[in-house]
């Protein structure tokens, strides 16, 4: 008994070895090696069916993938033979602070995406440069496109270019992209299919900007203005204005005050409302003053607040016995999230 667990072991051990140098073998791509081993264990009949275990390299495999690290030329190579056409959602990251002699994406490598994957409906950017990467040479098929610390350039979005580009976009994430300013976004006004629009720290957007986007922008469902110099107040005017049929808004409480809510009473479709810290205004509205003009609001549902301080004390009492009809969540700031390189 005892030689035949010794035996057990050492089998055990050799497959293991076998295993990790299919893996790290210094010749050949990881999936080519993946692909290796795949086709040995489906070859020799001792072993169980390799379908019996979660699937290595098929298309559900590369449904959601997140490349980081990865240069352009690696990224050619999995478009070329592994990306299948059930792709869906890509992260890709850039090399916007290593210097001009770090690889780049380039319009050909978003149009081989496009072509390679014609199911695409997400693409998530982060510290890429697209000054040199026009938004026409992105897939054509995205319905959600995010930039988190990208470069644009001045006429990346301009409201003259091709109307038929992205004509499918509903979501577009605009997160710490210093280079966004007024003109680029009034040319989100293009988009007639866009309905969920996301500024996390897009400090040279004015308030008359704002105002004047959101004119042509009425058909927004979702806003989120967060970390921007817009104050509170001024964004919740323009969405009264303009926004009528919004269903969820989340702002920073920054320059937040009663006069403030009392421009989003009656909103007739929103569901959705959340006020996110720290508290940095005197002017801050009571617990009772938020109650109150929620109930002005018929179809709100949800209602947040992070970062006030109000986490466990009588606020958030107040809140929950004013707002039965609501999910009332009251909890601290999240930590501001590291990007995702970090």
Same mark, same amino acid.
């Given at each position: 008994m005892l030689e035949t667990a010794y035996w057990k072991r050492y089998f055990f051990l050799f497959v293991c070895f076998f295993v990790l140098f299919f893996l790290f073998d210094l010749q050949g791509t990881p999936c080519s090696r993946l692909q290796n081993l795949q086709s040995w264990w489906e070859w020799n009949p001792s072993l169980p069916k390799f379908n019996q275990f979660p699937p290595l390299l098929n298309d559900s495999f590369l449904a959601d993938r997140t490349l980081s690290k990865m240069r352009p030329k690696v +990224?050619?190579? &999995?478009?070329?033979?592994? +990306? =299948?056409?059930? #792709?869906?959602?890509?992260?890709l990251g850039g090399y916007l602070f290593? /210097? *001009?002699q770090a690889p780049q994406l380039s319009p050909a490598l978003m149009r081989a #995406? !496009?072509?390679?994957?014609p199911n695409l409906k997400r693409l998530c950017l982060h510290v890429a440069d697209m000054s040199m990467v026009p938004i026409t040479s992105l897939p054509s098929t995205l319905r959600t496109l995010e930039l988190h610390s990208c470069e644009i350039s001045m006429i990346w979005l301009q409201k003259e270019q091709d109307p038929t580009v992205l004509p499918l976009l509903e979501c577009i994430v605009l997160d710490r992209v210093p280079a966004f300013r007024d003109e680029h976004l009034q040319g989100l006004?293009?988009?007639?299919a866009l309905r969920s629009l %996301?500024? /996390? !720290?897009?400090?040279? %957007?004015? @308030?008359?900007?704002l105002d004047a986007s959101l004119q042509e922008l009425s058909y927004l469902q979702r806003?989120? %203005? &967060?970390?921007?110099? #817009?104050?509170?107040? *001024?964004?919740?005017? =323009?969405?009264?204005?303009h926004l009528r049929d919004v269903r969820k808004i989340r702002l920073t409480v920054g320059g937040l005050s009663a006069q403030g809510l009392v421009f989003? @009473? /009656? +909103?007739? =479709?929103?569901?959705?409302?959340?006020?996110?810290g720290p508290l940095i205004t005197p002017e801050m509205p009571t617990p009772v003053q938020l109650v109150s003009s929620?109930?002005? +609001?018929?179809?709100?549902? %949800?209602? @947040?607040?992070? /970062? #006030?301080?109000? @986490? !466990?004390q009588e606020a958030e009492k107040v809140l929950c016995k004013g707002l039965p009809h609501c999910m009332v969540i009251v909890r601290a700031c999240p930590k501001e999230s590291m990007d995702w390189w970090m």
């Open positions: +990224m050619w190579h &999995l478009l070329r033979r592994y +990306m =299948a056409s059930r #792709l869906h959602s890509l992260r290593s /210097g *001009s #995406l !496009g072509q390679k994957c006004t293009r988009f007639r %996301v500024l /996390g !720290g897009t400090y040279r %957007v004015t @308030e008359t900007g806003l989120e %203005v &967060l970390g921007c110099t #817009l104050s509170a107040d *001024s964004t919740l005017l =323009a969405i009264s204005r989003l @009473e /009656g +909103m007739p =479709a929103l569901e959705s409302l959340c006020f996110q929620c109930l002005t +609001m018929p179809k709100l549902r %949800v209602l @947040e607040v992070q /970062g #006030l301080g109000w @986490e !466990g």
